[in-house]
């Protein structure tokens, strides 16, 4: 059974940092690429930054420079450390894996940045 366990949200002011972890669980993590979505109200989830099994990286323009993604495959755990952050940055954060031709999801992680 896969599970992604999220934590590391909360609320933090503009200019702030805060670092998102995500766990898993039930694949082979260090053979997976993996990704960080994230949900504003009212809007579609988007792709915030992935990692490759190589960790090769990609991000959103939007975040290039305040966002990065790391993985320790020893601890089977991705991380978002974020930096900078900014009020338009505040949604619900879920990560992401494909598993054997499943996508999975894991169930969020809330941050807001106030101004």
């Known amino acids: 059974q896969v599970q992604l366990l999220e934590s590391g949200g909360g609320l933090v002011q503009g200019g702030g940092s805060l670092r998102l972890s995500c766990t898993a669980s039930?694949?082979?993590?260090?053979?997976?690429?993996m990704g960080w979505y994230r949900q504003a109200p009212g809007k579609q989830r988007e792709l915030v930054a992935a990692?490759?099994?190589?960790?090769?990286?990609n991000y959103a323009d939007s975040v290039k420079g305040r966002f990065t993604i790391s993985r320790d495959n020893a601890k089977n755990t991705m991380y978002l450390q974020m930096n900078s952050l900014k009020p338009e940055d505040t949604a619900v954060y879920y990560c992401?894996?494909?598993?054997?031709?499943?996508?999975?999801w894991g169930q969020g992680t809330q941050v807001t940045v106030s101004s």
């Open positions: 992401n894996v494909p598993w054997r031709s499943t996508t999975y």
């Open positions: 039930g694949i082979l993590f260090s053979s997976n690429a």
């Open positions: 990692i490759t099994s190589g960790g090769s990286t």
